[in-house]
């Protein structure tokens, strides 16, 4: 359960972090863990899974987040997606914000 065990895997991560980085300890002033349960339920995020969906080549490129939905656009005119479950994915930072930006642009 991850209302249980998710402060002691985030002690475990910091000790982790600590051997490549043995400053890191004294140096967190401030520390929330949040479990893959809490970004489910804060946020929404099916599973918490911040990649919005399998990272597999059916789920990837063009078939993300559905074949003929690549492009960020949708069938809806004026409506583009721009999210984890669009091209590239949730690993990305900002990357498909500035995806579905430039294929506005080019509009």
């Not at 339920?41 to 003929?68: E, S």
């Amino acid at each position: 359960n991850w209302d249980d065990h998710k402060e002691s895997f985030g002690d475990r991560c910091v000790e982790l972090l600590a051997q490549y980085a043995p400053n890191v300890p004294a140096a967190i002033e401030h520390r929330q863990v949040l479990s893959p349960l809490d970004l489910e339920r804060t946020f929404g995020i099916t599973g918490g899974n911040i990649m919005q969906g399998a990272m597999t080549p059916h789920q990837l490129y063009c078939f993300r987040p559905v074949a003929g939905w690549a492009d960020h656009r949708t069938p809806v005119p004026g409506l583009f997606l721009c999210g984890a479950a669009s091209h590239p994915g949730g690993g990305v930072m900002g990357a498909c914000g500035a995806n579905a930006a430039t294929e506005i642009l080019r509009r």
